[in-house]
């Protein structure tokens, strides 16, 4: 790790064209490989909860990481760049944020906001809700409840009222009031469909409820404690972890790599890594080294 006056744009101006295009170059084939191995993944859990064999309950907790973590998938959806084809980002990105009461068109703003804000106290959506500094509020935050409730306000206020936030422009509410109206429809029938039989909680609400708090312990690493500079290098956290993470994640841990170039696609990002590895400045050895770090500031 180097800290000096380089920032992201330096390191990123080190790329020649060619290797810009490669970096950049979207892949069916590699997109829908990571995406059968994990929607496999959820249907070998799935069943193994239906059939409630041995050791049943952990399995539970497993669907719920599985399904918490298709967050990292809408995100990379959200930049239309895990798949070469358009439809197949805006069908995924829908149907990952579905489980997980996302709104993608109105996450797309969101997010594409907290990229162009990036831990800007004033203008960074993430950061409404500020990071938690004190033992109660990290255990709120962590627990996954505010997630909860704030993403069922938003789907509300955008179904129901005029849907408006600094980062949607006006031309967005009528597709994202829809998107909203269409997930109420659903959630209506999988909830309707608990009066027949409790697979909808089984193999969904319990899991992503119990599965929550993993994800909000991930995602507080990526810019948690980071200065409130424009320095991607230093705003952002890579946090270095093992392939199981990475693989949930779409590569997400290589987060300063992703901040500094957005249209890089997750199975690329570990090339973009090796060019950029010399220059990170803000990394954590492990999410349990950061965590550790985290809670010994608390108040």
């Given at each position: 790790?180097?800290?000096d006056?380089?920032?992201?744009?330096d390191?990123?101006?080190?790329?020649?064209?060619e290797?810009k295009?490669r970096?950049t170059?979207?892949s069916n084939?590699?997109?829908?490989?990571?995406?059968a191995?994990?929607?496999?993944?959820?249907?070998?859990?799935?069943?193994w909860?239906?059939?409630?064999?041995?050791?049943w309950?952990?399995?539970?907790l497993v669907q719920?990481?599985?399904?918490v973590?298709?967050?990292?998938?809408?995100?990379?959806?959200t930049?239309?760049?895990p798949?070469?084809?358009?439809w197949?980002?805006?069908l995924?990105g829908?149907?990952s944020?579905?489980?997980l009461?996302l709104p993608?068109?109105?996450?797309?703003?969101?997010?594409l906001?907290h990229h162009?804000?990036?831990?800007d106290?004033?203008?960074?959506?993430?950061?409404?809700?500020?990071?938690?500094?004190?033992w109660l509020?990290?255990a709120?935050?962590?627990?996954?409840l505010p997630?909860?409730?704030?993403?069922?306000?938003?789907i509300?206020?955008?179904?129901?009222?005029?849907p408006?936030?600094?980062?949607?422009p006006?031309?967005?509410h009528?597709?994202?009031?829809?998107?909203?109206?269409?997930l109420?429809?659903?959630?209506?029938l999988?909830?309707?469909?608990l009066?027949i039989?409790?697979?909808?909680f089984y193999l969904?609400?319990?899991p992503?409820?119990?599965?929550q708090?993993?994800?909000?312990?991930y995602?507080?690493?990526e810019?948690g404690?980071?200065p409130?500079v424009?320095?991607?290098?230093?705003?952002?956290?890579?946090?270095?972890?093992?392939?199981?993470?990475?693989?949930?994640?779409?590569n997400m841990p290589?987060?300063?790599?992703?901040h500094?170039?957005?249209n890089?696609?997750?199975h690329?990002?570990?090339?973009l890594h090796?060019h950029?590895?010399?220059d990170l400045?803000t990394?954590?050895?492990s999410?349990?080294?950061?965590?550790?770090d985290y809670?010994a500031?608390?108040?």
């Amino acid at each position: 790790m180097r800290v000096d006056a380089m920032d992201h744009t330096d390191v990123l101006a080190r790329l020649s064209a060619e290797e810009k295009a490669r970096l950049t170059e979207r892949s069916n084939r590699k997109g829908l490989a990571h995406l059968a191995l994990y929607v496999l993944a959820i249907v070998i859990v799935s069943e193994w909860i239906l059939q409630g064999v041995f050791l049943w309950p952990v399995a539970i907790l497993v669907q719920g990481i599985l399904l918490v973590f298709l967050f990292t998938l809408c995100h990379e959806c959200t930049h239309k760049s895990p798949f070469r084809s358009v439809w197949l980002n805006e069908l995924v990105g829908f149907v990952s944020g579905a489980v997980l009461l996302l709104p993608f068109s109105w996450f797309r703003y969101f997010h594409l906001a907290h990229h162009k804000f990036t831990n800007d106290p004033d203008n960074d959506p993430e950061l409404a809700s500020p990071k938690p500094d004190t033992w109660l509020t990290y255990a709120i935050h962590i627990s996954g409840l505010p997630y909860w409730h704030s993403q069922i306000r938003t789907i509300l206020r955008n179904a129901l009222g005029d849907p408006t936030a600094s980062y949607l422009p006006t031309r967005a509410h009528q597709k994202v009031q829809a998107e909203a109206r269409v997930l109420l429809i659903l959630y209506t029938l999988a909830l309707t469909s608990l009066l027949i039989s409790p697979v909808v909680f089984y193999l969904w609400l319990l899991p992503v409820l119990i599965g929550q708090p993993f994800l909000r312990l991930y995602l507080l690493a990526e810019h948690g404690r980071c200065p409130p500079v424009a320095n991607m290098l230093e705003n952002t956290r890579t946090t270095f972890t093992n392939r199981v993470v990475r693989f949930l994640a779409w590569n997400m841990p290589y987060h300063i790599e992703h901040h500094s170039y957005p249209n890089v696609p997750f199975h690329a990002l570990p090339k973009l890594h090796d060019h950029m590895k010399q220059d990170l400045v803000t990394t954590a050895p492990s999410y349990r080294a950061f965590t550790k770090d985290y809670l010994a500031e608390l108040d």
